[in-house]
């Protein structure tokens, strides 16, 4: 199993809501990454987890929180987003650990956001 | 991580080869050079990565110089399925670093 899967594909909210996307990977990879994506512009890195534990946050604002329950999910919690934050939301994993780590990153298709 | 300098565009026939070019003049010596792609609507995917020593896989291969501040992602025989946004990326391998995304070349093979 080479893929990372994401859920749900679309999802529509309001400013309001909570929400949650979410990632999985079965390939043993011990980091995991969310990038954001708008129209034209290239990925742009939001968090990354080692071992299960944050280790990068870009400065990213309070309304995403991610989460990493094991060592193969990761979650991104929304909330009170605003509409400037609809976006293609990718998640990625990658192997560490000697012999293994090659620095390549396996990408899920993505989470499209529409905040209303 | 150093940055790196694509052209915005290119386009190519398809059945040729398509030269895709990279700067990256203040690359570190323990810098990979690595290539991803972005078909529309998809996540990025690895194509290839190299140090020094030009590299071939399945998919391309990688002429990096002698003095390593620019590279060549090579497709031998491009097709429409290679229309893409191409990111040549440089960073360090080990840990969790940061992959950290270009602006990318637009490439469009054209039948």
């Known amino acids: 199993d080479t893929e990372v899967t994401q859920t749900p594909k679309h999802l529509v909210m309001g400013m309001t809501n909570k929400k949650s996307l979410k990632c999985e990977q079965h390939m043993g990879h011990r980091a995991m990454y969310w990038y954001k994506q708008k129209a034209k512009k290239p990925p742009e890195l939001m968090f990354v987890y080692s071992y299960e534990k944050l280790s990068i946050n870009e400065s990213v604002p309070s309304r995403f929180s991610p989460e990493c329950p094991n060592s193969s999910l990761l979650n991104l919690h929304l909330h009170a987003l605003q509409p400037e934050d609809s976006a293609l939301y990718l998640c990625?994993?990658?192997?560490?650990?000697?012999?293994?780590?090659?620095?390549?990153?396996?990408f899920g298709e993505g989470s499209r956001l529409t905040v209303l | 991580d150093a940055k790196t300098t694509q052209p915005p565009s290119m386009d190519c026939a398809e059945g040729r080869a398509a030269n895709l070019p990279c700067n990256h003049s203040t690359i570190s010596g323990n810098e990979y050079v690595y290539w991803y792609r972005q078909i529309h609507s998809q996540g990025p995917q690895y194509i290839i990565h190299g140090l020094k020593n030009n590299e071939t896989n399945e998919m391309a291969s990688l002429i990096i110089t002698e003095d390593r501040k620019s590279s060549t992602l090579i497709l031998p025989h491009a097709t429409l399925r290679d229309t893409a946004v191409y990111y040549c990326?440089?960073?360090?391998?080990?840990?969790?670093?940061?992959?950290?995304f270009g602006k990318g070349m637009k490439l469009t093979v054209n039948p």
């Open positions: 990625a994993s990658s192997p560490l650990g000697s012999g293994r780590n090659t620095g390549e990153l396996f």
């Open positions: 990326i440089v960073r360090v391998v080990g840990g969790s670093e940061k992959l950290v």
